[in-house]
């Protein structure tokens, strides 16, 4: 796994940020115009405009969960961006489906610009921001919001799209099933509800805690860790070494022990409910070819050769075994609802910490090809946050992605404003927590069909 180089490491939590904005902020947040609304399909909308509006609507698109309206990705955020002059506006989206809401999203999101225009007034510039799944909206709304939009700035985004993210999900769900839980092999999808989703991933979170405790089981996690595109830096560690197999081993059990199946699993069977059926396979699918593609390849082979196992014996157990098939229905369904990267029509700057479990930055590497392939390669830039967790930003570095933005839509080109070290300068020049963005390039993004 390519490891960051720092250009500066001033690592500050959101909450020192929150406090250094002191009571100006908050003074400025308390004087904030609320409008709030309802959009034809239900969706509710708000918007915050400050005292002193400086013209520019920042459109946001949340991330997975409940389907409630919000406007930022955090309350310091909010207060920052108030006080700085921006109006902020976002939709909850649909709330009478799945909280995969990727069916209205868009829409609604495009209806709250709409709506704001029609109650409160006319932005002399919109730019969209989404954070984790609405990393994903906010790539289809900078495809093809040209005309309503002028620019757009991505955090943690989901950006590789939901037939991906379903697809390495379930390679790594039925390579801890097939060693730790086999009973669980062949159910892993088409699941009857939450609450089945919820037991499978307990089931498959307590055999991984068995198996860490033995060589051959920590070989074996590993393996499936590579299929997940799993970070190997977990909160509180120092980025183990190259070489350090069995610490990278470590630090990749440490988020799977932190809970993370139990997240993962559930969410992919609302993906599931959204598409109606299921949306992942892996018929036909090479284990050893897909391990190969991996930048965990040679810790994999390291930890399996130190257990005494034959990886290719599990390798080819793993691909005899692989017959579990996706609704072509649901797929389609998905690939038209859930994707993004089929063009770029407004600059888009997308911002990734290096070390996210949930969303691997490695679907930037997924996101850059589809946008290489279109052709508007110009209009994206992708920055990296040395740092471990989703969406784990500080607000002087979300602020300074923003500036990067509106650099690029005065100047008509990027410049190096999206660079590491630029972001960096500009960020501590902002006294809002401190800032890690580091020269980084992402590994290839394994379990793409």
């Given at each position: 796994?390519?490891?960051p180089?720092?250009?500066?490491?001033?690592?500050?939590?959101?909450?020192?940020?929150?406090a250094?904005l002191?009571?100006?902020?908050?003074a400025q947040a308390?004087t904030?115009?609320?409008?709030?609304?309802?959009?034809s399909d239900?969706?509710?909308?708000?918007?915050?405009?400050p005292?002193?509006?400086?013209?520019?609507?920042l459109?946001?698109?949340?991330?997975f969960?409940?389907?409630?309206a919000?406007?930022?990705?955090?309350?310091?955020?909010?207060?920052a961006?108030?006080?700085a002059?921006?109006?902020?506006?976002g939709?909850?989206?649909?709330p009478?489906g799945?909280?995969?809401a990727?069916?209205?999203?868009?829409r609604?999101q495009?209806?709250?610009?709409?709506a704001?225009r029609?109650?409160v007034?006319t932005?002399?510039?919109v730019?969209s921001?989404g954070?984790s799944?609405?990393?994903?909206?906010?790539?289809?709304?900078?495809?093809?919001?040209?005309?309503?939009?002028?620019?757009?700035?991505?955090l943690?985004?989901?950006v590789?799209?939901g037939?991906?993210l379903?697809?390495?999900?379930?390679?790594?769900e039925?390579?801890l099933a097939t060693?730790?839980?086999?009973?669980?092999a062949?159910?892993?999808?088409?699941l009857?509800g939450?609450?089945?989703?919820?037991?499978?991933?307990?089931?498959?979170?307590?055999a991984?805690?068995?198996?860490?405790q033995?060589p051959a089981?920590?070989?074996r996690i590993?393996?499936a860790?590579?299929?997940?595109?799993?970070a190997d830096?977990?909160?509180?560690?120092?980025?183990?070494e190259r070489h350090?197999f069995?610490?990278?081993?470590q630090?990749?059990y440490?988020?799977l022990?932190q809970?993370?199946?139990r997240?993962?699993?559930?969410?992919r069977?609302?993906?599931?409910q959204?598409?109606?059926g299921?949306?992942?396979?892996?018929?036909?699918?090479?284990?050893a070819?897909l391990l190969?593609k991996?930048?965990?390849?040679?810790?994999?082979?390291?930890?399996y050769?130190e257990?005494?196992l034959?990886?290719?014996?599990?390798?080819?157990?793993?691909?005899?075994?692989?017959?579990?098939?996706?609704?072509p229905a649901?797929v389609?369904?998905?690939?038209?609802?859930?994707?993004?990267g089929?063009?770029?029509a407004v600059?888009?700057?997308?911002?990734?910490?290096?070390?996210d479990?949930l969303?691997p930055?490695e679907q930037?590497s997924a996101?850059?090809?589809?946008v290489?392939t279109?052709?508007?390669?110009?209009?994206l830039r992708?920055?990296?946050?040395?740092?471990q967790?989703?969406c784990?930003?500080?607000?002087?570095e979300?602020?300074?992605?923003?500036?990067?933005?509106e650099?690029r839509?005065?100047?008509?080109h990027?410049?190096?404003?999206a660079?590491a070290?630029?972001l960096?300068?500009s960020a501590a020049e902002?006294n809002?927590?401190?800032?890690?963005f580091t020269?980084?390039r992402?590994?290839?993004q394994?379990?793409?069909?």
């Open positions: 796994m390519p490891r180089r720092l250009s500066t490491l001033a690592a500050c939590t959101t909450a020192l940020a929150t250094l002191g009571s100006a902020t908050g308390a904030a115009e609320h409008h709030s609304g309802t959009l239900g969706a509710t909308w708000i918007a915050d405009i005292a002193q509006w400086n013209g520019t609507l459109l946001f698109s949340h991330g969960g409940p389907t409630a919000s406007d930022a990705p955090s309350a310091a955020a909010q207060e961006l108030l006080d002059g921006y109006a902020l506006a939709s909850s989206y649909d009478h799945s909280m995969w990727l069916d209205s999203a868009e609604d495009f209806g709250a610009l709409a704001f029609g109650q007034g932005p002399t510039r730019i921001v954070q799944m609405g990393g994903l909206i906010n790539a289809q709304i900078a495809r093809d919001g040209a005309g309503r939009v002028n620019g757009s700035l991505g943690c985004g989901l590789a799209g037939v991906d379903d697809n390495y999900q379930l390679d790594a039925y390579t060693f730790f839980d086999p009973a669980d062949d159910n892993l999808v088409n009857g939450q609450a089945d989703a919820a037991a499978l991933a307990d089931r498959l979170s307590k991984v805690e068995t198996a860490q033995t089981g920590r070989a590993a393996l860790a590579a299929y997940l595109n799993l830096w977990a909160p509180g560690q120092q980025p183990p350090d069995a610490g990278q081993e630090q990749q440490a988020w022990a809970g993370l199946l997240f993962i699993v559930p969410a069977w609302s993906v599931e959204s598409a109606g299921n949306t992942s396979w892996n018929t036909g699918v090479d284990y070819g190969h991996s930048a965990h390849a040679k810790q994999v082979a390291a930890l050769r257990a005494g034959n990886l290719r014996t599990d390798l080819n157990r793993l691909t005899r075994g692989a017959d579990i098939t996706a609704d649901a389609a369904h998905l690939k038209r609802t859930s994707t993004a089929q063009g770029v600059p888009l700057l997308d911002i990734h910490t290096t070390a479990q969303v930055v930037e996101f850059a090809e589809r290489r279109a052709g508007d390669s110009a209009r992708q920055a990296y946050v040395a740092r967790g989703h784990n930003f500080t607000t002087a979300v602020i300074a992605g923003l500036h990067a933005v650099h839509l005065a100047a008509g990027w410049d190096d404003a660079t070290d630029e960096q300068h902002l809002l927590g401190g800032a890690a020269d980084y992402p590994s290839r394994t379990g793409t069909r």
